[in-house]
C-alpha cells in the first residue's frame, strides 16, 4: 500500500479510540435525560467481557483484560501487515474494531471499569446501555465481514496459494521454534519479576498471610498461563506466515534456477519465476528474468562453422598434396 492508505487506516484507529474517551468524559456522571426513543444514562461496567474471567479478583480481571486488549493490539499490526491486497474496507474495518476494544480497554486499566451512557427503548424493550465504542466495533464488524464476502477470493486465490504447508520444513520449524523460545524466554522474564513482585507485595500486606496471598498468586499463575499459551500458538502462526513467505521465493527460485541449468526455459516463452502477493523477495523475479535473457543470449552466441568442401576444391587439394 502507499504511505497515504497506511496514513488512513492508522488515523481510523487513533480517531475511533479519541472520539471514544472525549464521549465518555461527556457522559460520566451526566444526569439520566431522553431524547425521543434514545435514552442517556450514565453506568459503570464492572463486568468482564463475555464473562471471562469473571472469576478472579476484581484487580486481577482488570490486569488480565487491559493485557488481552493491548495483546489484541498486536494481533492487528500483525493482520494489516500480512494482507495481501490493499482492500481498503477490511484495513479500515479491522482499525474501526479494534479501536472500539481499545476505547473499553483503555476504560478498564485507567478506572477498573467501562463507562457506558447511550440505551434505546421502544415501547416495552429496552435495550442494554453501551457506549460509543461498543458501536463502533459493530461497524468495524460489518466491514470485515462484507469485504470477507466480496473480496475474500482476494485475500488469498487459489492461483496464488501454495499446496505445500511445509515448503522447507526443517528451516520453518527451525524459524518456528526460535521465534517461539525468544518469545518465551521474554516471557518468563516477564512473570518471575511480576511474580515475585505480587508475592512479596501481597505477603507485606496481608501480614504474611500465605493463605490469602496464595489465593492472589494462584489466580494469577491461572490468567498468566492462559496468555502464555495464546502467545505461543500466535507466535507459532506468525512464524509459520513469515517463514513461509521466506522459504517459498527461495525454492522458486531455485527450481527456475535448475530448470535453466537443464537447459529449459531459456526462451521468452519458458516459464517465467512468478511469486505469490506478500512473498518476500520480490526482487527475485527480476533477477531471474536478467539471468534467463543472458543465459539465452549467450547460448544463441554458440554457433557451429561448417565448411562445405566441392569436388573441385577436393582433387586441387589432392593434385598439390601430390606435387
Not at 496514513?7 to 468524559?25: E, N, R
Not at 498461563?225 to 517463514?243: C, D, G, M, N
Not at 562445405?308 to 606435387?323: I, Y
Request: charged share 15%.
Amino acid at each position: 500500500m502507499k504511505t497515504k492508505d497506511w496514513i488512513l487506516v492508522i488515523a481510523c484507529l487513533i480517531l475511533v479510540i479519541f472520539v471514544d474517551q472525549v464521549s465518555k468524559i461527556w457522559g460520566n456522571g451526566i444526569p439520566e435525560m431522553w431524547f425521543g426513543p434514545l435514552h442517556v444514562v450514565s453506568i459503570h461496567n464492572h463486568g468482564a467481557m463475555l464473562g471471562m474471567f469473571s472469576n478472579l479478583p476484581a484487580f486481577l480481571r482488570i490486569v488480565t483484560l487491559s493485557t488481552s486488549g493491548f495483546f489484541l493490539l498486536s494481533l492487528y499490526s500483525f493482520l494489516q501487515y500480512i494482507i495481501p491486497q490493499k482492500l481498503m474496507m477490511l484495513r479500515v474495518g479491522l482499525s474501526l474494531l479494534i479501536g472500539g476494544i481499545l476505547g473499553n480497554v483503555i476504560d478498564r486499566t485507567l478506572y477498573g471499569y467501562v463507562i457506558d451512557f447511550i440505551s434505546v427503548e421502544f415501547g416495552t424493550w429496552h435495550s442494554p446501555v453501551w457506549n460509543v465504542a461498543d458501536m463502533i466495533q459493530w461497524v468495524g464488524y460489518a466491514l470485515v465481514m462484507i469485504s470477507l464476502i466480496k473480496n475474500g477470493h482476494m485475500l488469498w486465490p487459489d492461483q496464488n496459494s501454495r499446496q505445500t504447508f511445509w515448503v522447507n520444513k526443517r528451516f520453518q520449524i527451525k524459524y518456528a521454534v526460535v521465534f517461539i523460545m525468544t518469545g518465551l524466554f521474554l516471557t518468563l522474564i516477564s512473570f518471575v519479576f511480576s511474580y515475585t513482585y505480587l508475592r512479596i507485595t501481597l505477603s507485606e500486606l496481608t501480614g504474611h498471610n500465605d493463605l490469602l496471598s496464595s489465593r492472589y498468586t494462584d489466580a494469577y499463575m491461572y490468567s498468566f498461563l492462559i496468555l502464555t499459551l495464546t502467545y505461543s500458538v500466535t507466535l507459532f502462526i506468525i512464524a509459520k506466515i513469515i517463514s513461509h513467505r521466506i522459504a517459498g521465493p527461495v525454492y522458486a527460485f531455485e527450481r527456475f534456477l535448475m530448470e535453466i541449468l537443464e537447459g529449459k526455459g531459456l526462451t521468452k516463452q519458458g516459464q517465467a519465476l512468478k511469486l505469490r502477493s506478500g512473498d518476500d523477495f520480490t526482487h527475485l523475479e527480476h533477477l531471474a528474468e536478467r539471468v534467463r535473457d543472458k543465459l539465452g543470449q549467450i547460448n544463441k552466441e554458440k554457433t557451429v562453422q561448417v565448411f562445405e568442401f566441392s569436388d573441385e576444391d577436393n582433387s586441387s587439394k589432392s593434385e598439390s598434396g601430390n606435387s
